[in-house]
């Protein structure tokens, strides 16, 4: 069974930093064959694309509202995907999902296999 465990949320100020996690377990193939993306569903909105790092690590992709802020990463060793975020603004807050996609790299939610529950990040002003 695949679990994807998100960790790292909370309550930080505006203009502050937090690192989320996502550790996975019991994926078919091996981590590092799957595209690592996060996504983020703030209250009463659609949930929204984040970023995404291929299994390679070479193809990467941030939405416009996070590009400077926001690091993906990950550490395949540790079947681990990071974020980090920096410069935290009261519109970062969310429920962020961290997914799993075997077959490619997409911005398209439907195109990933494997979700988290999810970790809630809220930013004070």
């Known amino acids: 069974q695949v679990h994807l465990v998100e960790s790292g949320g909370g309550l930080v100020q505006a203009g502050g930093s937090l690192r989320l996690a996502c550790a996975a377990s019991?994926?078919?193939?091996?981590?590092?064959?799957?595209?690592m993306g996060w996504f983020r569903q703030a209250p009463g909105k659609e949930r929204e694309f984040v970023a995404f790092?291929?299994?390679?690590?070479?193809?990467?992709r941030y939405t416009d509202s996070v590009k400077g802020r926001f690091t993906i990463s990950r550490d395949n060793a540790k079947n681990t995907v990071y974020l980090q975020m920096n410069s935290l603004q009261p519109e970062d807050t969310a429920v962020y999902y961290c997914?799993?996609?075997?077959?490619?790299?997409?911005?398209?939610?439907?195109?990933?296999?494997?979700w988290g529950q999810g970790t809630q990040v809220t930013v004070s002003s």
């Open positions: 997914a799993a996609d075997r077959l490619g790299y997409s911005d398209n939610e439907e195109k990933y296999d494997y």
């Open positions: 019991g994926l078919t193939f091996t981590f590092s064959s799957y595209t």
């Open positions: 790092l291929s299994w390679s690590g070479t193809a990467t």
